[in-house]
């Protein structure tokens, strides 16, 4: 599945970028320059679903809700099957978006342990910053970027999933 997704990404980017040197009159250099654009964002957004796919959701071991506007943390939510169930409504978004006007809201900070490698104590492990969502007030959009590649997205989510984490800062 992931490589016919890749494959199919790849040849609409190159299917795109053909056209749109035709119509915007761009020379041979220019034509590849958004051909190398359109390869780049292709490249982004396929290592974004990589890299959310790797997320182990059963495994997150903590999620920080902080106030946006001044970073203080408002909770810290340890229970698992709490945060599972804040993000459980993102495992159908995909609508992308540009960021809103709104004012940010909540930044949550998601964690998870670093595997256990063969022979090591399960406890020497680490925690690791695998998301970063904003919320914003009054909108259903959220920044969500994944931290270890640093990419970021704005998803126009369905209605209750943005106050599905919003009810994390009351716990």
């Known amino acids: 599945m992931r490589i016919r997704t890749t494959l199919a990404i790849g040849m609409l980017a190159t299917a795109l970028a053909l056209p749109l040197s035709g119509c915007f009159g761009l020379g041979s250099d220019e034509a590849d320059d958004l051909a190398n654009a359109i390869t780049n964002v292709v490249e982004n957004a396929t290592q974004a679903a990589e890299q959310l796919q790797d997320v ?32 459980a409504p993102f495992s159908s978004e995909n609508g992308l978006t540009r960021k809103p006007k709104e004012p940010e809201e909540y930044l949550i900070e998601v964690w998870q342990p670093t595997t256990v490698k063969l022979g090591q104590d399960a406890s020497d492990t680490e925690e690791i910053q695998v998301l970063e969502v904003i919320t914003y007030e009054n909108s259903d959009v959220v920044t969500l970027t994944v931290t270890p590649i640093e990419l970021t997205l704005h998803l126009d989510t369905a209605a209750g999933s943005a106050d599905a984490l919003r009810a994390l800062a009351q716990q």
């Open 56 to 87: 182990e959701w059963d495994k997150l071991s903590r999620a920080v809700v902080r106030d946006a506007a001044t970073g203080d943390v408002i909770a810290e939510v340890t229970d698992q099957p709490t945060v599972e169930a804040a993000f």
